[in-house]
């Protein structure tokens, strides 16, 4: 915990620093710039002598040399980060320099995707920190690096390219093949707010909570092959009830308007993320395929925190439909979220992985061994 609350503490600062600079468009990108380079040098130059960065190691080593695809035929769910691993140490690329790559590409896409659609990179960087997504890149590199193509994927879905969409979502499944969970986003998300979008979203989460355990039988079948490993509790947990309070908060602030049109979309995607999350009770991993979607509360948040005035520069043309707000109500409800921000993350830093966090230089690997 020494290194992440800082690093939290610190990108909000400067997060908040930019904000009040008087050319806002300038300043937001310096800002994204400056966070990408943080949050990738951070993360990157991590050690790998934790968590299952080890097993990567032994997955880097294995896909060297010309027979690297031995053993494909048992596992080719991640092919991707097999053909990633082999190729860059083709070019002598060393896996301390592979998770700087996969570092930066992660923190770039978040940049990226910050700078085009988020009212607001202080909440952006505060959901993504906060709610936990950046510890991906610590350990789980191949949901880090498939959830960043998802990003890629959801842009072109914002843009109305389906092809570039479906394009991005199979590469993430390359890496990660629950990342496919993502292909349904493109028909849900799109839809027009009417009595048949409210239906089928009804549906959709009424079929996921239905029927969450033959879909969980059948991941276990075709991915995860641990068909008695997993128990339905019979309950939904705490971070399904988040997720709903958020949105519930959402559409208080920023109601819901078929002219809104990226932020139906991002809406879609947070119910989408809580229908996923009721599989939770089987297990953690189950959890992790809400995530694909409930990353974007990383522009979700930012949307509904985005005060009225703002929103009717955007959107001149719809300036009476849209909700204003107290400037007093937005400060006390900011003082909230960023309070239950570090809380959220100070729970999860308890983790024993998170006491295991050095930097490359922080650690000599033969001592590990006793020399």
């Given at each position: 915990?020494?290194?992440?609350?800082?690093?939290?503490?610190?990108?909000?600062?400067?997060?908040?620093?930019?904000?009040?600079?008087?050319?806002a468009?300038?300043?937001?990108?310096?800002c994204?710039?400056?966070?990408?380079?943080?949050?990738?040098?951070f993360?990157?130059?991590?050690?790998?002598?934790?968590?299952?960065?080890?097993?990567?190691?032994?997955?880097?080593?294995?896909?060297?040399?010309?027979?690297?695809?031995?053993?494909l035929?048992?596992?080719?769910?991640?092919?991707?980060?097999?053909?990633?691993?082999?190729?860059?140490?083709?070019i002598?690329?060393?896996?301390?320099?592979?998770?700087?790559?996969?570092?930066?590409f992660?923190?770039?896409?978040?940049?990226?995707?910050?700078?085009?659609?988020?009212?607001?990179?202080?909440?952006?960087?505060?959901?993504?920190?906060?709610?936990?997504?950046?510890?991906f890149?610590?350990?789980?590199?191949?949901?880090?690096?498939?959830?960043?193509?998802?990003i890629?994927?959801?842009?072109?879905?914002f843009?109305?390219?389906?092809?570039?969409?479906?394009?991005?979502?199979?590469?993430?499944?390359?890496?990660?093949?629950p990342?496919?969970?993502?292909?349904?986003?493109?028909?849900?998300?799109?839809?027009?707010l009417?009595?048949?979008?409210?239906?089928v979203?009804?549906?959709?989460v009424?079929?996921?909570f239905?029927?969450?355990?033959?879909?969980?039988?059948?991941?276990?079948?075709?991915?995860?092959?641990?068909?008695?490993?997993?128990?339905?509790?019979?309950?939904v947990?705490?971070?399904?009830?988040?997720?709903?309070?958020?949105?519930?908060?959402?559409n208080?602030?920023?109601?819901?308007?078929k002219?809104?049109?990226?932020?139906?979309?991002?809406?879609?995607?947070?119910?989408?993320?809580?229908?996923?999350?009721?599989?939770?009770?089987?297990?953690?991993?189950?959890?992790?395929?809400?995530?694909?979607?409930?990353?974007?509360?990383?522009?979700?948040?930012?949307?509904?925190?985005?005060?009225g005035?703002?929103?009717?520069?955007?959107?001149?043309?719809?300036?009476?439909?849209?909700?204003?707000?107290?400037?007093?109500?937005?400060?006390?409800?900011?003082?909230?979220?960023?309070?239950?921000?570090?809380?959220f993350y100070?729970?999860?830093?308890?983790?024993?992985?998170?006491?295991?966090?050095?930097?490359?230089?922080?650690?000599?690997?033969?001592?590990?061994?006793?020399?």
């Amino acid at each position: 915990m020494r290194y992440q609350m800082p690093l939290f503490v610190v990108v909000m600062g400067i997060c908040l620093l930019y904000a009040m600079h008087s050319n806002a468009r300038k300043s937001k990108k310096q800002c994204v710039i400056i966070i990408t380079v943080i949050l990738a040098l951070f993360s990157g130059l991590r050690t790998w002598w934790f968590g299952d960065l080890i097993k990567y190691y032994t997955l880097y080593l294995r896909c060297q040399g010309a027979d690297w695809m031995t053993g494909l035929g048992d596992d080719a769910t991640n092919i991707g980060i097999r053909a990633f691993f082999h190729y860059a140490s083709e070019i002598g690329i060393s896996y301390d320099d592979c998770l700087l790559i996969i570092a930066a590409f992660v923190a770039i896409t978040l940049g990226v995707l910050v700078y085009r659609y988020s009212p607001s990179p202080f909440w952006s960087y505060t959901m993504f920190i906060g709610m936990g997504f950046y510890l991906f890149t610590y350990s789980g590199l191949k949901q880090a690096v498939a959830m960043s193509f998802l990003i890629l994927a959801a842009m072109a879905m914002f843009e109305g390219k389906p092809l570039k969409f479906l394009f991005w979502t199979c590469v993430g499944g390359l890496f990660h093949a629950p990342a496919l969970i993502f292909l349904p986003a493109y028909y849900f998300c799109r839809q027009r707010l009417n009595q048949r979008y409210v239906l089928v979203l009804v549906a959709l989460v009424a079929a996921l909570f239905l029927f969450r355990t033959q879909i969980v039988n059948l991941m276990n079948e075709v991915y995860y092959a641990e068909a008695d490993s997993f128990t339905d509790t019979n309950k939904v947990g705490g971070r399904f009830i988040m997720m709903v309070l958020i949105m519930v908060m959402g559409n208080i602030l920023r109601p819901l308007h078929k002219w809104d049109r990226v932020y139906l979309q991002v809406f879609n995607l947070m119910v989408l993320a809580a229908a996923l999350q009721t599989m939770s009770v089987f297990g953690n991993v189950f959890s992790r395929l809400a995530d694909y979607y409930y990353q974007f509360v990383v522009l979700y948040m930012p949307m509904i925190m985005q005060t009225g005035r703002s929103q009717a520069r955007q959107l001149p043309r719809y300036r009476e439909q849209i909700r204003y707000w107290d400037p007093k109500n937005y400060l006390l409800l900011s003082v909230f979220v960023v309070v239950f921000a570090f809380w959220f993350y100070g729970n999860q830093l308890q983790s024993p992985m998170m006491k295991d966090f050095l930097f490359r230089w922080e650690i000599d690997p033969y001592s590990l061994y006793g020399n």
